[in-house]
């Protein structure tokens, strides 16, 4: 197995790239993230084209050549310490055959956020780089809880999470370790048949999403089956799904973990033996609380649920 390598702790005064890879944002939307980064004594280096915009059936951060610019950049400088996407949306899945590492492999730095981002995460561990499922900057004005903001400072610092949780329904008990992959469901199953994949065998898998309908969950969920992934992770950890099915129709439209979309996947890999965590705080939802993808996670579920990286 390919061993996974984790970027330096950052000193005070690193400096952090802040770039738009996927869709678009406004300067008012950043300015809380951005004035946060200089607050715990990093500074932020804005990518070019942070704030373009670029409408082709979606309003892009930019053209397809502005984003890939901007991501090798922050890619590559060797005086950036670690990115960190401004936002998610879509687009990501049109960078990752043009991403560059020559500079980075010499100097590997964090890599945050989360929903498209899947996708450039999803690329970094295939290369041997662990990276940061997180907030990203864009939702610090959204009233994110502060220590979702926290916890990711902590990691760029050097500390590994550890998060104790109350037992939910829908697990399924035992105890597991293993390198955790995934990130936003729809992205981990637009991936699926590419090179740019996740590699399942024996790994714990995380999975989150928003604004799907439940057939649409239950077509990705079965996807994963077919795929043979189900038969070859060693755990599951469900996150956010939140804002599923009908608006009008589901009561629960507005919470973080939609019990009908937890039983949805619950259901479907009932038949499975490996253990399974249902409603852990990360995904689309205002306590989102940091992973580390290609992280070991060690998982203990019983009547309380711990989960911690040993590396």
């Given at each position: 197995m ?7 702790a950052l000193?005070?005064g ?5 770039i ?5 944002v406004?300067?008012?939307?950043l300015?809380?993230?951005i004035?946060?980064i200089?607050n715990k004594?990093?500074?932020p280096?804005?990518g ?5 915009k ?8 930019g053209?397809?050549q502005?984003r890939?610019?901007d ?5 590559n400088?060797?005086?950036i310490s ?11 899945q049109?960078?990752?055959q043009?991403l560059k590492?020559?500079n980075?492999t010499?100097?590997?730095k964090?890599?945050i956020?989360?929903s498209?981002n ?5 690329y970094l561990l ?6 940061i499922h997180g907030q990203?900057?864009k939702t610090?004005s959204f009233?994110?809880t502060?220590e979702s903001?926290?916890l ?8 590994r999470?550890k998060?104790a ?8 008990t035992?105890?597991?370790e293993?390198?955790l992959v995934g990130?936003?469901l ?5 991936l699926?048949g590419?090179?740019?994949s996740f590699?399942?065998r024996?790994?714990?898998l995380?999975?989150e ?10 077509r990705?969920?079965m996807t994963?089956?077919?795929?043979g ?6 755990g599951?950890?469900?996150g956010?799904?939140t804002?599923?099915?009908d608006e009008?129709?589901?009561k629960s439209y507005e919470?973080?973990f939609?019990?009908f979309?937890c039983?949805l996947i619950?259901?479907?890999i009932?038949k499975?033996?490996f253990?399974?965590?249902?409603g852990?705080?990360n995904?689309h ?9 290609g992280?070991?996670v060690?998982?203990?579920?019983g009547?309380?649920v ?6």
């Open positions: 390919k061993k996974i390598i984790f970027p330096k000193k005070k690193a400096k952090i790239a802040v738009s890879p996927a869709g678009a406004d300067t008012t939307q300015e809380k993230g004035e946060m200089k004594g990093f500074e280096v804005l070019e084209h942070l704030y373009t670029y409408s082709n059936g979606y309003n892009y951060a053209t397809e502005e890939i610019k991501i090798n950049w922050a890619l400088d060797k005086n670690a990115i960190w996407a401004s936002r998610g949306g879509y687009g990501c049109h960078l990752v043009h590492l020559k980075f010499e100097n590997p964090w890599y956020g989360y498209d899947t996708v450039i995460q999803s295939k290369k041997g780089f662990a990276s990203t900057i610090s009233g994110v502060e903001y926290d990711v400072f902590d990691i760029l610092k050097g500390k999470p998060y949780l109350k037992s939910h329904e829908f697990n399924k035992g105890d597991v293993g390198e990130g936003n729809a992205l981990i199953y637009a699926l590419t090179k740019y590699d399942f024996d790994k714990v995380f999975i999403d928003i604004g799907e309908n439940f057939y649409a969950l239950d990705m969920i994963l089956e077919l795929a992934v189900f038969n070859k992770i060693k599951l950890v469900v956010g799904m804002n599923m099915g009008k129709e589901n919470e973080s939609d019990e979309a039983k619950s259901d479907r009932s499975y033996k253990p399974a965590v249902f852990f705080p995904g939802i205002k306590d989102n609380r940091p992973l580390i993808i992280g070991k060690k998982m203990q579920i009547d309380m711990k989960i911690e990286f040993l590396i």
